[in-house]
């Protein structure tokens, strides 16, 4: 199992080492930045609603 799960986390860096190879040089620092920070913003208010899924499945509170 946590040979199985060393190849998955491998996988999951050459993935993204993929995606940053594919990030054109000509594209500005700021613009990327912007964009890095609206998704991160996204992602921590996914997590936070599915963290409190979990809570109220955790609590019986469920609809």
Do not use: C, F
């Not at 999951?12 to 054109?24: C, Q």
Request: glycine share 6%; aromatic share 0%.
């Amino acid at each position: 199992m946590p040979q199985q799960q060393l190849i998955l986390t491998i996988g999951r860096i050459e993935r993204a080492l993929s995606r940053l190879e594919r990030i054109p040089s000509g594209v500005q620092t700021a613009a990327r930045d912007s964009d890095l920070l609206e998704r991160h913003e996204k992602l921590k208010a996914e997590t936070r609603a599915a963290i409190g899924a979990i809570e109220d499945i955790l609590a019986g509170r469920t609809s």
